[in-house]
């Protein structure tokens, strides 16, 4: 569920759009895909994460302007067609802060959303919407200027409904209650690499494992955690063979031996021992001028965001089919 904006990033990716030749992104645009691709008129410019809500056959998305939408995809769905974005909550009272990481929550019926102040990172909070009406269950608010610089970027739940948000600035995770209270943070000395070049993104993307652990990617160093949270929140490294996990964004399981890694290009990796160690044994790059944040799971195949939207005057997001086979 995951973001891969805070401040520093958004002037790196500046810099890295300005030097792209706006023929080049023509191009890219008008080429064939070589998978599949779900196409979505949007109402702005800038999506950080997609999930697949399979009950209701709708992708939902997190507006980096603050609020969700929905994209439904109804039963007689032709491919080529371009779908809508609905919007169905508003930053109502959140100022600008932005919607950013977000997990389904199925048996509560809602989704848990992290939200922040990308620019000055100066206020994290997470809320959680009932899937069916909408409306706000709670507003938990994790820090505000008082408490420094800090950066919720996503969020995964627990099978009681706890929630674990993921701070990119401060390289920790804020537990929450299933009725939204604030119950501790988890820190660790190995969230924070020695370099500090290593830190300007950090704990990102996170999952909760079937087996009872979360799974929790650092941006910038690649580094991959396993945090037991039935043995007292027991961090490890987890051991990458065959590649790094660097720039690695969004994370989501395909399977219990299988996890994706948002990014650019997006990677899948696969373990034989409970996640103690992965390999990377594929990639895929996506249409990465667009820039990968997160990736979902629909109908066994992985669609990943992309941040980006382009067109005038209807701006146009997709999600591509992630091909790891070959």
Partial sequence: MASFFCSTKCFLLLILLSAVPVAFIIHLETSKP??????YHSTGWFRECTKWDDVNRRFLVSFMGGG???VPVPEDYVPGTVLKEIPVVENVGLGKNSS???VVDRPRNRV???IADVIGNLYSAVAAYDLTTWERIFLTKLSG?????AFSDDVAVDPEGNAYVTDAKGNKIWKVGVDGKFLYIINNPLFTPKEWYNNLVGLNGIVHHPNGYLLIIHTFSGNLYKIEIGKRDEVKLVKIIGGSLKFGDGLELLSPTKLVVAGNPSKLVESSDDWESGSVVA???GATHRLVTAATV???KVYLNHIFGFGYPKRKHVLVEADFSS
């Fill in 34 to 39: 070589a998978t599949h691709v779900y196409e």
């Fill in 68 to 70: 969700l939408g929905e």
């Fill in 100 to 102: 950013l990481g977000f």
């Fill in 112 to 114: 848990v959303v992290a």
């Fill in 145 to 149: 200027p008082e408490d420094g610089k």
């Fill in 283 to 285: 990639k895929f790059k």
């Fill in 298 to 300: 629909k109908d066994g």
